[in-house]
């Protein structure tokens, strides 16, 4: 067991013993973002953490920051060379979305807009057919709508398809988002 893995196991018996859930914090490193504290994130890098490790759920610390709408964290992450590619297992043994896929579907066009400007995928389909504008267009909430716009803002085609045909506009049942997917298509039609 090297000195990171020793690290970690006694971190997470200091939460248990403390009473503290391990959901999300089982490394010190996933409790800094939890905290979404760049400072701890970058104290927990220079102490060894690996950017990437897996928590017990599977997730990244970039895919935590990301579910959890940790802006901070998530921007001191991809900084600092995360990989936002990186897909851990779930309980069920499926694997987990990316990081933005996972922003899209919680709706958090902060975190969005911050992975875009680093390049990350958009674009790219899951095995369930869909990409982050569907996951997005699916949510009801204003968080969602604004998700829908931090993808067009950043070039994603307000008519890109899932894989079996369907465009992000037939998925939402939110007014605000559908209002702005139509205004991205007629606006997309227009410059033909």
Not at 58 to 76: F, I, M, N
């Amino acid at each position: 067991m090297n000195t990171n893995e020793s690290s970690s196991r006694l971190f997470i018996v200091a939460l248990s013993l403390a009473g503290l859930p391990r959901t999300f914090a089982t490394t010190p490193l996933h409790a800094a973002v939890e905290q979404n504290d760049p400072t701890a994130v970058r104290t927990a890098l220079a102490d060894g953490a690996n950017i990437n490790e897996l928590s017990e759920a599977g997730q990244t610390p970039l895919l935590h920051a990301a579910e959890a709408d940790k802006l901070r964290a998530a921007a001191s992450l991809m900084k600092m060379g995360a990989d936002a590619s990186i897909r851990g297992p779930t309980a069920d043994g499926s694997l987990h979305l990316p990081p933005m896929h996972a922003a899209a579907a919680k709706g958090h066009a902060k975190i969005i807009k911050m992975l875009l400007r680093y390049e990350v995928d958009a674009i790219g389909v899951e095995s369930d057919g869909l990409a982050p504008i569907h996951r997005a267009s699916l949510g009801a909430d204003a968080g969602h709508t604004d998700a829908v716009f931090a993808l067009l803002d950043g070039n994603v085609p307000p008519d890109q398809p899932t894989s079996d045909g369907r465009q992000p506009i037939q998925l939402s049942g939110n007014g605000n988002t559908r209002q702005l997917l139509n205004e991205a298509l007629r606006e997309k039609r227009r410059r033909g």
